[in-house]
Each structure stands twice: as C-alpha cells, then as structure tokens.
T-cell receptor
Framework: QKEVEQDPGPLSVPEGAIVSLNCTYSNSAFQYFMWYRQYSRKGPELLMYTYSSGNKEDGRFTAQVDKSSKYISLFIRDSQPSDSATYLCATYNQGGKLIFGQGTELSVKP | DSGVTQTPKHLITATGQRVTLRCSPRSGDLSVYWYQQSLDQGLQFLIHYYNGEERAKGNILERFSAQQFPDLHSELNLSSLELGDSALYFC????????????FGNGTRLTVT
C-alpha cells in the first residue's frame, strides 16, 4: 500500500465550479499535510500547509484534514481557468521524508 | 518565484555519460532536498542535506550522488546514465526545522538519448 494515494484524474470542470481534490494516507501518525500546485514545466508551488485535523482557509482555497478516516481534501471555490494545473498532496512520513501523492490534473474550462 | 534556483533548465546527453545538476537554496535555508519526477513514478524523494551533512536518503541509485557545499548550494551528480534516468529533477529547500514545508525550484529536465 502506498503511503499517500491520490486519484490522478484528469478532472475537468466549468469555470466557477467548486472543485474537490482528495487524498488518503496510510498511517494515522502522520500529522503535517501540504497541498502543492504544479503548472506545466514548473516546480511544485506550496498552496496550503496544515497540522493535524481541521480546516484551513486561504482565499478561495480550503484544506481539510479528517484524521479519523485518514483523508485530506482541498476545495477550490469559484474556480478559474488559471487554476488549471496538477495538484499534489503531501505529508511527512515516520521517517521524516516528505512524500507525495501521484497528483490530480485539473482543467477549468472557460 | 520560490527563491530556489536550479541550473541548467534542460540537459540532453547520451547513455553512459555523467552530468551535474546544481541548486541554490532560498536565502537562509539550510536544508536542501532532491526529488525525481517521472510520468509513471510521480515525485520521488532522493536525498536530503542539512548544512552540509547528509540527513536522509530515499531510493537513490548508487550511480547518483549529491553534496552540499559550505555556501549551502548543492549538486546532484548522475553517472553511467541510462534511458530510464530521463526525468525532471527538482531541488527544494526549507528552513531546516522538522516538518517544514519545502519550496521547490523549477527543475532540470534531463533527457538521455
């Protein structure tokens, strides 16, 4: 079993839609979770950084951690064509290494 | 702009050759990480250096090696290159405290022909 699993998509939505991106992780001891956005031919860019359970909001983005089900989510409100990118979830494993999901490719159509 | 600089942006070389990728971390960051990204494997952790010392290794091949210099820049050396080594290689840096988020450069795209 992979330590972090993410549906690779692709996911296509119309402009203005609410987008939900999800990951599951294997170990309930993981506590630090991140979401990165990666545009084509660019490096991953940090979007959200959360610790333990709960929600964190930043503008149109909300990160949610549900430790009971080992599930993390990223919600994008009022999605824009400029949000079209690959979104990667990440967490620190027990060995202290930052491990990534496979990434979900999102396309927001005007 | 993350503040992490990687050179070169692109590299094309032949099988059996050796290349060196360079990374300058964000100002003040002591930790440097190297990742490999390929279509089928996603982002894979290779190695972590903190203030010149190796801290952790991932699934890094023996043909690959890295170092971090006193000025904190880092180099990743890839030797005896194979077609399968073609990938994007990313460097990331962080302030060094455990569980800090990483900040990535824009990568070096390596093509082995």
């Amino acid at each position: 079993q992979k330590e972090v699993e993410q549906d690779p998509g692709p996911l296509s939505v119309p402009e203005g839609a609410i987008v939900s991106l999800n990951c599951t992780y294997s170990n309930s001891a993981f506590q630090y979770f991140m979401w990165y956005r990666q545009y084509s031919r660019k490096g991953p860019e940090l979007l959200m950084y959360t610790y333990s359970s709960g929600n964190k909001e930043d503008g149109r983005f909300t990160a949610q951690v549900d430790k009971s089900s080992k599930y993390i989510s990223l919600f994008i409100r009022d999605s824009q064509p400029s949000d079209s990118a690959t979104y990667l979830c990440a967490t620190y494993n027990q060995g202290g290494k930052l491990i990534f999901g496979q990434g979900t490719e999102l396309s927001v159509k005007p | 702009d993350s503040g992490v600089t990687q050179t070169p942006k692109h590299l094309i070389t032949a099988t059996g050759q050796r290349v060196t990728l360079r990374c300058s971390p964000r100002s003040g960051d002591l930790s440097v990480y190297w990742y490999q990204q390929s279509l089928d494997q996603g982002l894979q952790f290779l190695i972590h250096y903190y203030n010149g010392e190796e801290r952790a290794k991932g699934n890094i091949l023996e043909r690959f090696s890295a170092q971090q210099f006193p000025d904190l820049h880092s180099e990743l050396n890839l030797s005896s290159l194979e077609l399968g080594d073609s990938a994007l290689y990313f460097c990331a840096s962080s302030g060094g405290t455990n569980n800090s988020p990483l900040h990535f450069g824009n990568g070096t795209r390596l093509t082995v022909t």
